[in-house]
């Protein structure tokens, strides 16, 4: 107890120090969670968390330093009633020395000598009285700061105690929100790598059905060149012998039938372009959602949960 309180830095370095480190990781945590983009940059439960957090260790800093004051005052009181042990025992040692000197004094002790002037009396004395009851009073005040001491130090040690355990249960209320947080955007983050998986399965397939489409047209333009160029070339029948006959009916209907697939291919082709590019957008916007998952991740998982683990508090 006294080493204790003779030493203010030994107080509560341990405690002191906890507390201030906690909050640069809380402040530190708060900063870190702000380079979060897009919809993640959310007041959450963890914001929450962080900013009680931040509040109770301001509170505590600030009682620790008012504890601090009040050991600092009681060591000086303490010194000043170890003082006033310290001078009224030196002075009764003088005293004593002097008294057993005096004791030892006979007739026959040499260098003994007449003092006319010692009858007289010089300085201040005190009644007997006044001397027990000076000694008294500095037994008392030493006696009333060790009492004072003591009910102080059962003080500090409560509210180092209760400190711990305020310390610990937001400490570990914040780190519960990490968990929780950090669960959370892992399951987004799957479900849209699954849904990504998905979409790129879409373009895949998309990309086929377009090249096969265009293959398909493709396959249609000599069918149509043909049947054109006999049409043509019967468009040239002399005379009498250009006859819209069967034949030429069933050219006529050929290039119409052929030109109508054609149409309709370059429609589903048209069509199926369009959704490729929606599938295109659709995968950038989902490669962007990941990516934003994968900071909020690493800022939390990795920047923040890290440095909290270096935080310790403990049990006093």
Known sequence: MARLLQDPSKLHPSEWYAANKMQRASTESQKSRQRRVGIDLVHDEVEQELLKEVEVLQGIIALLGRTLEQANEQIRRNR?????????????????????????????????????????????????????????????????????????????????????????????????????????????????????????????????????LKKAIADKEAPVKVAQTRLEARNHRPNVELCYDTVHSSLMNEVQEITKNIQRLKGALAQAQTELKGLSRRQLSLEEEIKVKENTLYIDEVLCMQMRESVCINSY
């Open 80 to 212: 000043s009633a170890k003082y006033d042990l310290d001078m009224d025992l030196k002075d009764k040692f003088t005293a004593l020395t002097i008294d057993d000197y005096c004791a030892s004094l006979t007739n026959d002790t040499p260098h003994i000598i007449y003092a006319d002037n010692a009858m007289k009396l010089k300085g201040n004395f005190v009644s007997p009285e006044d001397w027990i009851d000076f000694s008294n009073i500095n037994v008392e005040k030493a006696d009333k700061q060790r009492n004072n001491s003591l009910a102080l130090k059962a003080l500090i040690d409560g509210i180092l105690s209760q400190i711990a355990n305020d310390m610990r249960r937001q400490c570990e209320m914040v780190n519960n929100a990490f968990r929780n947080r950090v669960k959370e955007v892992k399951d987004a983050k799957h479900k849209l790598e699954t849904l990504l998986a998905m979409v790129m399965d879409e373009t895949a397939s998309q990309e086929k059905n377009i090249a096969a």
